[in-house]
């Protein structure tokens, strides 16, 4: 996701138009010409792609808000991988299939036959296609459920500007197929062309090639000349109005927010232009960002040429930014160059943390940049010693394919990102630098295992850099589990100062004074918060309120580590704040921690249900399930949730 998913990843979510270098593979279109990879396993999926693949899809969709449903056609254009195959298996999520037609030979569409499997969480329904011709084209006529995992319908009260409804998907990972038929698997890339209707006072977009000067009527049509793996299909329709930033680059938003987001996000052009200095062209056309409501579960999304990003991350002072260089990222490491599997998670969201933190330091320097490894890491040394050392492991040994959370951990965030750092330490930005933009070329459109970066690795840096790493040393940062030895560490001054200034009211001195703390970051209050005892007397979170009104704080970042402080230390001067945090915002980073803290208690799991039913409407679909897991966990009743 990436996403940009759970943990701390240094502030950030995850959740991001030069053509390709002519050394690339493509073609004028942008569409590689390489052959499709071998198969991998993949327990996630149905799909079959080691017999045949979808190589474009056409879909042609109609949105009903009044029914909280997607409704049309998907038509495949395949590519027979297996001559004796004779099956299209896709992957479903609670679809009703109409109808399912094959091209024949003399260009008539004819019916075929089709069985629709029972439902099994977390993957959902296989359809298995019979097509004894093995047709080129393949067209399903299909509608979503209200309940689509991968789609939220708000209310227009539910929305921003109060007046209109709103619809927006979250693909990644597995969801993608609750709104499509697909092959739901990132060994599958596609290009693929819409035709959207909605109603007239709509504005529909999807990941794909929006047009700024596009027309409000209804009617819209998309092309993504670009292959992508399915978790990156996407779409929005609400009150949706264009602020540009750049040329190539602007916002999308509801009218009462895109200013505040335009001039938060104005570096964005500033933040492509770094990135393709260190790492090569842009290769999607635009990069335009989607501002969605607060009911968005993650940071950001890394949709091609269009990401999603959650409003929470818009405080005024830029601080939160990190997210959007994460976003835009993605648009080399995950959406260029892809896991072939979620259990290789780290190649997507791992080297993302790393170049998000190199555009960070580029723009605003290395001491920002800094205490945001610090947090990240401080967060990842804290968490990993409870998971299993599968979980510690960046990936798992080739020919071991446990079952994994499709959706991951800050393991493939952030110790991914600290391997990096590790690389680049030893081999200096300029070996390391070039490596990874070579990386990027070579394997541009593609997606690839652990084994196939360590494989690279090896020829391109250690054989050429003999003495700098060992093999050893790369396998044990991937395959093993902890944090090893030679993890490189980053220091802060800043911090440093916070830790100083926290130890001496600790100890019964005075609150650093204003002159001091208003001079202080995001940065610096989430660490002086997380250094906190794991409770306070109430006398001391009241003269911390008191001082600092962390209690109402607009700041998520801040609000996801004091509510949880609050809760913890029976502190019921929040409670009614908290309430409203937890219902106004959806992003499960910020709000999941709070309850955790909440259902440890009676009370507080009575808060915790009382919250929930009041949010439950205007929650995501994965949301409510995080949060529905994490009740009934402590109610010790059984639950079943997706796998995302």
């Not at 050392?389 to 040994?397: G, K, M, N, P, V």
């Not at 204003?514 to 989430?526: C, I, K, L």
């Amino acid at each position: 996701m990436t996403l940009c998913l759970v943990g701390a990843t240094a502030l950030a979510g995850c959740a991001r138009d030069a053509a390709p270098p002519a050394d690339s593979a493509a073609t004028p279109e942008g569409t590689p010409a390489a052959t499709a990879p071998a198969a991998h396993f993949d327990q996630h999926s149905y799909a079959e792609p080691g017999k045949v693949r979808i190589e474009d899809l056409a879909l042609a969709l109609a949105v009903d808000f009044e029914q909280k449903q997607l409704s049309g056609s998907a038509t495949y254009t395949l590519d027979w991988v297996d001559p004796e195959a004779t099956q299209l298996v896709l992957d479903t999520r609670d679809l009703t299939i109409e109808k399912v037609v094959g091209e024949r030979a003399d260009g008539k569409w004819a019916d075929l036959e089709y069985t629709l499997a029972d439902a099994q969480p977390p993957l959902g329904s296989k359809l298995t296609i019979e097509a004894p011709q093995r047709s080129e084209r393949i067209r399903v006529t299909y509608r979503t459920a209200p309940q689509a995992s991968g789609l939220q319908w708000l209310t227009p009260a539910m929305t921003e500007g109060g007046e209109q409804p709103f619809m927006f998907s979250q693909s990644q990972q597995i969801h993608a197929r609750s709104w499509v038929p697909l092959q739901d698997t990132p060994q599958v890339r596609f290009t693929y062309t819409a035709h959207v209707t909605s109603p007239e006072d709509v504005m529909v977009l999807m990941s794909a090639d929006n047009d700024p000067d596009a027309a409000r009527d209804g009617d819209y049509r998309f092309e993504m000349p670009q292959p992508i793996p399915s978790y990156l299909l996407a779409i929005a329709a609400g009150d949706l109005v264009f602020e540009p930033i750049s040329e190539r680059s602007g916002v999308w938003a509801e009218p009462a927010m895109v200013e505040k987001a335009s001039a938060e996000f104005a570096d964005t052009e500033k933040m492509i232009e770094v990135t393709e200095e260190l790492y090569g062209p842009y290769r999607w056309g635009r990069y335009d960002m989607l501002v969605l409501p607060p009911s968005f579960p993650y940071g950001g999304m890394e949709n091609p040429r269009l990401s999603f990003i959650t409003p929470t991350v818009i405080v005024g002072d830029k601080s939160l930014v990190s997210l959007i260089a994460h976003e835009l990222a993605h648009s080399w490491s995950g959406n260029l160059v892809t896991f072939v599997t979620p259990n290789h998670g780290w190649l997507n969201e791992g080297v993302t943390s790393y170049v998000e933190n190199r555009i960070v330091e580029a723009l605003y320097g290395k001491e920002r940049a800094d205490m945001e490894t610090a947090i990240a890491r401080n967060a990842l040394r804290e968490g990993i010693e409870e998971m299993s050392d599968a979980a510690q492991s960046l990936a798992i040994r080739p020919g071991v394919e446990p079952a994994v959370d499709a959706d991951g951990s800050e393991v493939a965030y952030d110790k991914g990102a600290w391997f990096l750092s590790f690389l680049e330490q030893r081999f200096g930005r300029d070996v390391f630098d070039p490596f990874l933009r070579g990386y990027f070329d070579h394997f541009a459109f593609q997606g690839i295992d652990s084994q196939t970066f360590i494989d690279y690795a090896k020829d391109n840096l250690l054989a050429k850099h003999p003495g700098k790493v060992t093999e050893a040393e790369l396998e044990q940062w991937i395959y093993e589990p902890g944090i090893p030895d030679s993890a490189p560490e980053v220091s802060s001054p800043r911090f440093d100062a916070v830790d100083t200034a926290r130890k001496a009211w600790l100890d019964g001195g005075e609150l650093p004074a204003t002159s001091v703390t208003d001079a202080w970051t995001t940065q610096e209050w989430v660490h002086f918060v997380e250094g906190m005892p794991e409770t306070l007397p109430v006398d001391r979170l009241a003269a911390l309120d008191k001082a600092y009104a962390f209690t109402g704080t607009a700041n998520g970042e801040i609000a996801q580590r004091w509510y949880p402080l609050a809760v913890r230390s029976g502190y019921g001067e929040a409670n009614e704040e908290i309430a409203e945090f937890l219902q106004r915002v959806g992003r499960r980073k910020l709000i999941m921690p709070t309850y955790d803290a909440l259902v440890k208690t009676p009370e507080g799991l009575a808060l915790a249900e009382k919250v929930l039913s009041d949010a439950r409407a205007g929650y995501h679909p994965i949301t409510t399930g995080s949060v529905d897991a994490v009740i009934a966990k402590a109610k010790g009743e059984a639950t079943t949730t997706q796998a995302d």
